[in-house]
Nanobody, 117 residues
Framework: QVHPMESGGGWVQPGGSLRLSCAAS????????WYWYRQAPGRARELVAR???????EYPDFVKGRFAISRDDPNNMVYLQMDSLKPEDTAVYYC???????????WGQGTQVTVSS
């Protein structure tokens, strides 16, 4: 089993930055594609970043240029650097790992990000 654990959330003013961390000690870490999702109250869960096993990254347009996902396989860590934060970025952020082609996904408990003045 894989049990991701997010950390690094908190409160920031608009325009500020946060770096989220996701730790997932497992022998299959390097075989996983990693994602960051977020969910705000009353809204659907949405994907904000993806990184595959070859360090290829993808982002939706609404975070492109502001968010950056990275991975550190020897330490079983994945990160989300968030810059130029906006109030609409307020949500619970989750990391998730998946082996492409397999049905099962692994999810953390989430970390709260609040952006307000």
């Amino acid at each position: 089993q894989v049990h991701p654990m997010e950390s690094g959330g908190g409160w920031v003013q608009p325009g500020g930055s946060l770096r989220l961390s996701c730790a997932a000690s497992t022998n299959i870490f390097s075989a996983l594609t990693w994602y960051w999702y977020r969910q705000a109250p009353g809204r659907a869960r949405e994907l904000v970043a993806r990184i595959d096993t070859m360090d290829k990254t993808e982002y939706p347009d609404f975070v492109k240029g502001r968010f950056a996902i990275s991975r550190d396989d020897p330490n079983n860590m994945v990160y989300l650097q968030m810059d130029s934060l906006k109030p609409e970025d307020t949500a619970v952020y989750y990391c998730s790992g998946k082996i492409l082609g397999w049905e099962e996904s692994y999810w953390g408990q989430g970390t709260q990000v609040t952006v307000s003045s």
